[in-house]
């Protein structure tokens, strides 16, 4: 048996919840005041998901991905996206060898566990769709052969919102390909203060150091998929995803791939509370952050939303979650 398979082995429900906490904890060395955005982002790693961080310019975006991926002892890089950036800057690039007399494929940054994909929206659509396939298939095809990814895989990416100057609508086949959005928000003014102090010289995440193994958090992420989800959840999963489609405001609701995620994520959200199935409260939890940013209103929805209310998509997940019943069976493993 080797060492990774062993841990995988070794790894618990309890001890999952126990290490979670630990790269919480961690993160928030870093990251003050932003519980609810951590905690989803591990959430995402765990899940095997890929994570959307869209907010304004300067409250934090990046430094929660860098101290994230910092947190766990794996493979990590990141692209700062440009209106320049080609694909191949992305994905890789076939070289002539001289001495070979042959090309060689050079990997490019998309070949490590944790990629922070930095400002993504701002460049081209093209580029941008460099990333789809490694995204949904863990793999890079490129003159006419294809390359593996080595698991685990996770693209942690950053935007700004698209009213900002400079910025690209992300396509809706790469947003379904997210299995989360989470904003940051401006921090408290008690934080914005702290920070004042502990930042005046240097980064705490310069002092910062990883809490996990890769091959605890293969364990990990090995537990999160063996989490026991009863019929009545994934049901109560389904209805949710088949109202956002039959839904008057939504143009656009959710897809299959966004119910298969939201199930992933809701199966990672149980393990770091220290339960071994999922319950209605981890899919209502998420149900936000996996959907919202797959949907599309319609006009007359956007014309009639208040502004002052907070975002339209969010309230109207929150309103279908309100409206569909929740299981009453048992959620526990029989």
Do not use: W
Not at 12 to 28: F, H, K, L, M, Y
Not at 47 to 66: N, R, W
Not at 119 to 127: D, L, Q, W
Not at 240 to 249: C, F, I, K, M, V
């Amino acid at each position: 048996m080797s060492e990774t398979t062993a841990v995988v082995a070794q790894m618990g429900i309890d001890e999952v919840g126990a290490r979670a906490a630990t790269i919480v904890q961690n993160v928030e060395a870093v990251i003050a005041g932003k519980r609810d955005a951590v905690t989803s982002a591990l959430t995402v790693l765990l899940a095997e998901g890929h994570l959307l961080i869209e907010d304004v310019p300067g409250v934090g975006k990046t430094m929660l991905a860098k101290t994230l991926a910092r947190s766990v002892d794996a493979t990590v890089s990141r692209i700062q996206f440009t209106p320049d950036l080609l694909p191949s800057d992305v994905t890789g690039v076939s070289v002539f060898d001289q001495a070979s007399r042959r090309f060689e494929f050079k990997h490019g940054p998309v070949f490590a566990n944790i990629v922070i994909g930095d400002e993504i929206n701002r460049a081209s659509p093209k580029t941008q769709s460099a990333l789809l396939e490694c995204m949904e298939e863990r793999q890079v095809t490129a003159d006419g052969t294809t390359y593996r990814l080595d698991p685990p895989f996770t693209v942690i990416a950053t935007q700004n919102p698209v009213e900002m100057e400079g910025t690209y609508p992300l396509p809706e086949a790469q947003r379904d390909r997210f299995m989360a959005r989470i904003s940051m928000g401006y921090p408290s003014s008690a934080d914005e203060l702290a920070m004042l102090s502990t930042r005046e010289t240097s980064s705490p995440l310069d002092e910062l150091e990883p809490v996990v193994t890769l091959d605890e958090l293969r364990g990990m992420i090995e537990a999160v998929q063996h989490v026991f989800t009863s019929q009545p959840v994934k049901e109560y999963a389904v209805d949710l995803a088949r109202a956002t489609r039959e839904d008057r405001q939504l143009r656009l609701g959710a897809s299959p791939r966004a119910t298969l995620q939201l199930i992933r994520a809701a199966k990672a959200h149980a393990a770091m509370h220290g339960r071994d199935f999922v319950l209605p409260d981890d899919v209502d939890a998420l149900s936000v952050p996996v959907f919202a940013h797959r949907l599309v209103p319609t006009s007359r929805a956007i014309g009639a939303h208040d502004r002052d209310s907070g975002p339209l998509i969010d309230a109207i997940v929150r309103r279908i979650v309100g409206e569909t019943p929740v299981p009453v069976g048992s959620a526990r493993r029989n």
